[in-house]
C-alpha cells in the first residue's frame, strides 16, 4: 500500500514553546490530509480535513488558532502545536488520501509536553 | 450525532480459533465502513472496506460483514495466531470522502 511518513515519531517540549508535526505521502499525491489526536485507550478523534492549497477545516471544540495546520503541497502538510501545554500531550495521527483512494496513515507522533 | 461501539474493550481467544467482533452504529448510514488494525505506539493500518450494497467481503483470513438493516458490522479472524494480537478499529465514513470517525475499538489477544 501506499506510504505515509510522519516526522518525528517522538517529541518532548516545553509548556509554552511550538511544536510542528509533519506528514507526508511519499509515493501518491495527497489531495486530503487529516489529522488526528488519540488518547491511551481510546478512539481516534478527527481534529481537522486539510485540503491541498485552502484552508483546513477544523471539527468543532477543536482551536484553530492552537493547531495550525498547512497543506501547502500534495505530499506534505504540518500540524503545528502552538503554545503547548501539558493537556496538549497526547498521540497526533495524519492520514492522506489522492482521489479515488483510502486514506493511509502515518505511524504517528507521541507528543510530551513538560 | 453519529455513535460507534465497538463490543468488549479486551477480547481473549486460544490460537486457531475464530475471533469476532463487532461494531454497532447509530444515526447515520454510511457509504462504506472500513476496519483498520493498530499496534501499539502505531498508526492505524488499513486492513478491509465494505460499501452499503455489499453484504460480506473477504481478503485471507479475514472476514467482514455489513447489515445495514441492523446497523451492524462483524469482523471475523479465522484460524488466529498470536501475531493477530492488536486493537481492531471500525470506522465510518461520515459526509466527506475518506473523512472517518472511529470506534474506540477492540483489544484482541491470541493466546498460544
Known amino acids: 500500500g501506499a506510504v505515509v511518513s510522519q516526522h518525528p515519531s517522538r517529541v518532548i517540549c516545553k509548556s509554552g514553546t511550538s511544536v510542528k508535526i509533519e506528514c507526508r505521502s511519499l509515493?501518491?499525491?495527497?489531495?486530503?490530509m487529516f489529522w488526528y489526536r488519540q488518547f491511551p485507550k481510546k478512539s481516534l478523534m478527527l481534529m481537522a480535513t486539510s485540503n491541498e492549497g485552502s484552508k483546513a477545516t477544523y471539527e468543532q471544540g477543536v482551536e484553530k488558532d492552537k493547531f495550525l495546520i498547512n497543506h501547502a503541497s500534495l505530499t506534505l502538510s504540518t500540524l503545528t502545536v502552538t503554545s503547548a501545554h501539558p493537556e496538549d500531550s497526547s498521540f497526533y495521527i495524519c492520514?492522506?488520501?489522492?482521489?479515488?483512494?483510502?486514506?493511509?496513515f502515518g505511524q504517528g507522533t507521541r507528543l510530551t509536553v513538560v | 450525532s453519529q455513535k460507534i461501539e465497538q463490543n468488549s474493550e479486551a477480547l481473549n481467544i486460544q490460537e486457531g480459533k475464530t475471533a469476532t467482533l463487532t461494531c454497532n452504529y447509530t444515526n447515520y448510514s454510511p457509504a462504506y465502513l472500513q476496519w483498520y488494525r493498530q499496534d501499539p505506539g502505531r498508526g492505524p493500518v488499513f486492513l478491509l472496506l465494505i460499501r452499503e450494497n455489499e453484504k460480506e467481503k473477504r481478503k485471507e483470513r479475514l472476514k467482514v460483514t455489513f447489515d445495514t438493516t441492523l446497523k451492524q458490522s462483524l469482523f471475523h479472524i479465522t484460524a488466529s495466531q498470536p501475531a493477530d494480537s492488536a486493537t481492531y478499529l471500525c470506522a465510518l465514513e461520515t459526509g466527506g470522502y475518506n473523512k472517518l470517525i472511529f470506534g474506540a475499538g477492540t483489544r484482541l489477544a491470541v493466546h498460544p
Open positions: 509515493d501518491f499525491q495527497a489531495t486530503t
Open positions: 492520514s492522506a488520501a489522492g482521489p479515488n483512494t483510502e486514506a493511509f
